[in-house]
Protein backbone atom coordinates (compact mmCIF):
# COMPACT_ATOMS: atom_id res chain seq x y z
CA UNK A 1 0.00 0.00 0.00
CA UNK A 2 3.13 2.35 0.96
CA UNK A 3 3.58 2.24 -3.46
CA UNK A 4 0.63 3.70 -4.05
CA UNK A 5 0.33 6.40 -1.73
CA UNK A 6 3.70 8.08 -0.42
CA UNK A 7 3.74 10.60 2.39
CA UNK A 8 4.40 14.03 1.92
CA UNK A 9 7.87 15.35 3.43
CA UNK A 10 7.53 17.56 6.47
CA UNK A 11 7.11 20.97 5.99
CA UNK A 12 10.30 22.92 7.04
CA UNK A 13 9.95 25.39 10.37
CA UNK A 14 12.24 27.37 11.79
CA UNK A 15 11.77 29.29 15.32
CA UNK A 16 13.78 31.70 16.32
CA UNK A 17 14.80 30.84 19.79
CA UNK A 18 15.70 34.85 20.75
CA UNK A 19 13.68 36.63 19.13
CA UNK A 20 11.80 39.64 20.91
CA UNK A 21 7.94 39.47 19.27
CA UNK A 22 6.60 43.13 21.06
CA UNK A 23 10.18 44.84 19.93
CA UNK A 24 9.62 43.43 16.28
CA UNK A 25 5.53 44.43 16.09
CA UNK A 26 6.80 48.22 17.52
CA UNK A 27 8.95 48.53 14.94
CA UNK A 28 6.36 47.65 12.29
CA UNK A 29 4.05 50.00 13.70
CA UNK A 30 6.07 52.70 13.92
CA UNK A 31 6.96 52.17 10.08
CA UNK A 32 3.56 52.09 8.66
CA UNK A 33 2.90 55.49 11.10
CA UNK A 34 5.79 57.16 9.35
CA UNK A 35 4.79 55.59 6.54
CA UNK A 36 1.47 57.53 6.51
CA UNK A 37 2.66 60.75 7.73
CA UNK A 38 5.24 61.25 4.97
CA UNK A 39 2.47 60.27 2.56
CA UNK A 40 4.45 57.62 0.68
CA UNK A 41 4.36 57.77 -3.39
CA UNK A 42 4.90 55.28 -5.52
CA UNK A 43 6.71 57.96 -7.51
CA UNK A 44 9.00 58.21 -4.84
CA UNK A 45 11.06 55.50 -5.38
CA UNK A 46 13.94 56.05 -7.31
CA UNK A 47 16.02 52.64 -8.89
CA UNK A 48 19.15 55.33 -8.93
CA UNK A 49 19.46 55.17 -5.29
CA UNK A 50 20.02 51.36 -5.12
CA UNK A 51 22.84 51.42 -7.93
CA UNK A 52 25.93 50.51 -6.26
CA UNK A 53 24.38 49.71 -3.15
CA UNK A 54 25.81 45.95 -2.96
CA UNK A 55 29.02 46.45 -4.93
CA UNK A 56 29.43 48.91 -2.01
CA UNK A 57 28.45 46.81 1.08
CA UNK A 58 30.40 43.21 -0.98
CA UNK A 59 34.17 44.54 0.00
CA UNK A 60 35.46 41.31 -2.12
CA UNK A 61 33.44 41.92 -5.33
CA UNK A 62 34.58 46.31 -5.20
CA UNK A 63 37.99 44.98 -4.92
CA UNK A 64 37.58 42.28 -7.97
CA UNK A 65 35.87 44.49 -10.18
CA UNK A 66 39.14 47.15 -9.54
CA UNK A 67 41.83 44.22 -10.11
CA UNK A 68 39.67 43.64 -13.08
CA UNK A 69 39.93 47.17 -14.29
CA UNK A 70 43.40 47.00 -13.65
CA UNK A 71 44.36 44.10 -15.29
CA UNK A 72 42.10 45.12 -18.29
CA UNK A 73 44.32 48.84 -18.61
CA UNK A 74 47.40 46.70 -17.90
CA UNK A 75 46.29 44.16 -20.95
CA UNK A 76 45.63 47.60 -23.25
CA UNK A 77 48.74 49.07 -22.66
CA UNK A 78 51.24 45.19 -23.05
CA UNK A 79 49.27 45.13 -26.54
CA UNK A 80 49.91 48.75 -27.39
CA UNK A 81 54.12 48.46 -26.38
CA UNK A 82 54.24 45.01 -28.41
CA UNK A 83 52.72 46.93 -31.45
CA UNK A 84 54.88 49.67 -31.29
CA UNK A 85 58.27 47.53 -30.73
CA UNK A 86 56.90 45.15 -33.51
CA UNK A 87 56.66 48.03 -35.80
CA UNK A 88 59.82 49.46 -35.05
CA UNK A 89 61.41 45.81 -35.60
CA UNK A 90 59.86 45.63 -39.14
CA UNK A 91 61.05 49.29 -39.65
CA UNK A 92 64.78 48.18 -38.67
CA UNK A 93 64.75 44.91 -41.01
CA UNK A 94 63.13 46.39 -43.83
CA UNK A 95 66.10 48.64 -44.47
Known sequence: MSLISTRKPRPFQHNFIY???????????????????????????????????????ARSHGKRRKNANRQASMNIFLTVLLIVALTFLWIYLTK
Open 19 to 57: VDERKERLKEIEERAKRELEGEKSSDFNPERLRGTFTDA
